[in-house]
T-cell receptor, first 114, second 109 residues
Framework: DTAVSQTPKYLVTQMGNDKSIKCEQNLGHDTMYWYKQDSKKFLKIMFSYNNKELIINETVPNRFSPKSPDKAHLNLHINSLELGDSAVYFC?????????????FGPGTRLTVT | ELKVEQNPLFLSMQEGKNYTIYCNYSTTSDRLYWYRQDPGKSLESLFVLLSNGAVKQEGRLMASLDTKARLSTLHITAAVHDLSATYFCAVLVSVKVIFGPGTSLSVIP
């Protein structure tokens, strides 16, 4: 009965490869997010979808492409991986209509590019 | 561009002592969040502050919000080792939540 889940938890891959991270939430929320946390723990918003519509698209390389097949799922595909992509990627969800807009985070995916 | 700052960034405190973490932000917002992150773990929501003057308390932690000063505080009372973690404040601007750099708290015996 996990609220926000991500797969895989760990991902080790070589430069140049393409990989995907999947996220699912069972909270009934209408908005989902991808964050990147670097080695200094700094958290940066990357993308957000509301009801399958992209509402936040920060300045990230276009090698990163989010996809939301429905409002319970948000995937992140990364092409041509680079060393600098190594980080922890967190998925989160919230309900945009509620005043609090409190976000619930998944367990994270630790990506290591070698 | 919105900036969210936290002070201090690193804090080592003795058990039983009190301390306050400060969060300043550079633009108008009336929603502020505090999260806790343990090493290698995800972020856990601690407080959601929705209006000027809001104060919330949970156990040894108390958070407050002054929207006019663009300042939130997280006060720790009689710290215990279990509070050791990184604490993030975050501010809502439009639909975007911007996080501060985090305060790494270590409570020592």
């Amino acid at each position: 009965d996990t609220a926000v889940s991500q797969t895989p938890k760990y991902l080790v891959t070589q430069m140049g490869n393409d990989k995907s991270i999947k996220c699912e939430q069972n909270l009934g929320h209408d908005t989902m997010y991808w964050y990147k946390q670097d080695s200094k723990k700094f958290l940066k918003i990357m993308f957000s979808y509301n009801n399958k519509e992209l509402i936040i698209n920060e300045t990230v390389p276009n090698r990163f492409s989010p996809k939301s097949p429905d409002k319970a799922h948000l995937n992140l595909h990364i092409n041509s991986l680079e060393l600098g992509d190594s980080a922890v990627y967190f998925c989160a969800s919230s309900h945009l209509r509620f005043r609090a807009l409190e976000q619930y985070f998944g367990p994270g995916t630790r990506l290591t590019v070698t | 561009e919105l900036k969210v700052e936290q002070n201090p960034l690193f804090l080592s405190m003795q058990e039983g002592k009190n301390y306050t973490i400060y969060c300043n932000y550079s633009t108008t917002s009336d929603r502020l969040y505090w999260y806790r992150q343990d090493p290698g773990k995800s972020l856990e929501s601690l407080f959601v502050l929705l209006s000027n003057g809001a104060v919330k308390q949970e156990g040894r932690l108390m958070a407050s919000l002054d929207t006019k000063a663009r300042l939130s505080t997280l006060h720790i009372t009689a710290a215990v080792h279990d509070l050791s973690a990184t604490y993030f404040c975050a501010v809502l601007v439009s639909v975007k939540v911007i996080f501060g750099p985090g305060t790494s708290l270590s409570v020592i015996p």
